[in-house]
């Protein structure tokens, strides 16, 4: 069975700090996708980056970066220096590879509330 | 290019009523997929269609149903709404939505209210 963990359910921080969202998945599959989303007010979900199980090459994006680590089955997001902007709800999630059609199995969600 | 469109933006019911909430995917895009948001449950996936067929479903029982039409546009209809069923209705379109490593496309959602 498919499983995304996000045990942080709220964090608050001050803007300019960093902060790290963690992630943990299961999955038995060999082959699979791991994504990052991100929710605001709004409530649409907005999709922010897109890993396949055999590239664990870190990826930096400006201020996000993301360390994806098969050995532990993680795929944690870090923002730095953050700003008010980045408060929203943030969603990391699992798909299969193969023809499995387009399921995504999500995390919880971890709410980022940037202090200014 | 239009993002996916999600109609009506609100909506508000009665226990025993039933509902149709409607989808129009990115022009281009033949998947569809539903998904309702929860503060309990998170994100929990309702049902997948391509090509008017559905090929994957949540579990979720036989009240939560959904269709595709020719022009990839979906609806998904809730019969007996239960208090329970409260939640925000995402929608997301992909183009062929295989491979597992397409990203999704999101709708604002149906913010569905059971009173």
């Known amino acids: 069975a498919q499983k995304v963990t996000q045990a942080q359910t709220e964090i608050s921080v001050v803007e300019k700090e960093d902060v790290t969202l963690d992630c943990v998945y299961e999955t038995r599959d060999t082959t699979y996708y791991l994504f990052w989303y991100k929710q605001p007010p709004s409530g649409e979900l907005v999709f922010l980056i897109r890993?396949?199980?055999?590239?664990?090459q870190n990826e930096i994006s400006g201020r996000y970066s993301w360390n994806f680590q098969k050995s532990t089955s993680s795929f944690n997001f870090t923002i730095t220096a953050s700003q008010v902007v980045d408060s929203a709800v943030y969603f990391c999630?699992?798909?299969?590879?193969?023809?499995?059609?387009?399921?995504?199995?999500f995390g919880t969600g971890t709410s980022l509330t940037v202090i200014p | 290019k239009a993002g996916v469109t999600q109609t009506p933006r609100y909506l508000i019911k009665t226990r025993g009523q039933q509902v149709t909430l409607s989808c129009s995917p990115i022009?281009?895009?033949?998947?569809v997929s539903w998904y309702q948001q929860t503060p309990g449950q998170g994100l929990q996936f309702l049902f997948e269609?391509?090509?008017?067929?559905?090929?994957n479903k949540g579990n979720f029982p036989g009240r939560f149903s959904g269709r595709q039409f020719s022009n990839s546009r979906s609806e998904m209809n809730v019969s007996t709404l239960e208090l329970g069923d409260s939640a925000l209705y995402l929608c997301a379109s992909s183009l062929v939505g295989t491979g597992g490593n397409e990203k999704l496309f999101f709708g604002s959602g149906t913010q569905l209210s059971v009173l």
């Open positions: 999630a699992l798909t299969r590879g193969g023809n499995t059609g387009n399921q995504f199995y």
């Open positions: 890993r396949n199980s055999f590239d664990e």
């Open positions: 269609y391509f090509s008017e067929t559905q090929r």
């Open positions: 022009s281009g895009h033949r998947s």
